[in-house]
């Protein structure tokens, strides 16, 4: 015999105050008690045609300490992905914080190598934000030659950073999937 509409208010009525309580004690919080009985009260609806009259109050006793069981082990789990996550996190950081430290060395090795005209364009250009017209004024040359100065510092740049840069390529590319 399944359980219609009216002995399903009366179940719910007679047995809800005293679920919660019982999911109180297996949880340590209310927090998700409603849920987890919202959730019961469902699947005994849909069970309704199997669950005898006579095991209701087992059904539901047993299914409230399953389902605060299986919410419990399911926020273990996501404790342990957020720690996981977070370790993660901090090791990434401190790699990317290494590897960054590593290329600032290499441009400014690479900078130290520049001829002393092309350095000084280049450090005006970049580093004080000057224009090239500006840079062509202090220094007394053209304009064309400061783009030259410039045109052979980047180069240089490149390809001395050419090895460096394809392998922390991928590591941008992850950046930005991350975005």
């Known amino acids: 015999m399944a359980l219609d509409s009216v002995q399903y208010k009366n179940v719910f009525d007679l047995h809800y105050e005293a679920l919660y ?6 949880l340590m919080a209310e927090t998700y008690v409603d ?14 045609d199997s669950v005898k009259p ?17 919410h419990l082990k399911h926020k ?7 720690k996981n996550a977070m370790v993660t996190a ?5 790699s990317n914080h290494a590897e960054q430290k590593e290329l600032h060395e290499k441009i400014r090795f690479l ?9 000084t364009v280049f450090y005006m250009c970049r580093q004080l934000d ?3 017209r500006e840079v062509a004024e202090v220094l007394g040359i053209s304009v064309k030659t400061v783009e030259n100065q410039m045109s052979k510092a980047l180069k240089f740049l490149r390809k001395g950073l050419a090895a ?3 392998s922390i390529m991928p590591l941008f590319i992850l950046k930005l999937i991350n975005l």
């Open 35 to 48: 849920d987890v009985l919202q959730n019961i009260f469902i699947k005994l609806w849909q069970h309704r």
């Open 164 to 166: 460096h840069l394809i």
């Open 21 to 26: 309580g019982y999911a109180c004690s297996i």
């Open 90 to 94: 901090s090791k990434s950081q401190n």
């Open 111 to 119: 900078l130290n190598q520049l001829p002393e005209k092309c350095a």
């Open 76 to 82: 273990g789990v996501q404790a342990a992905y957020v």
């Open 54 to 70: 006579e095991t209701v109050k087992a059904y539901l006793y047993t299914s409230v300490r399953n389902e605060c069981l299986n």
């Open 130 to 132: 000057m224009s090239y």
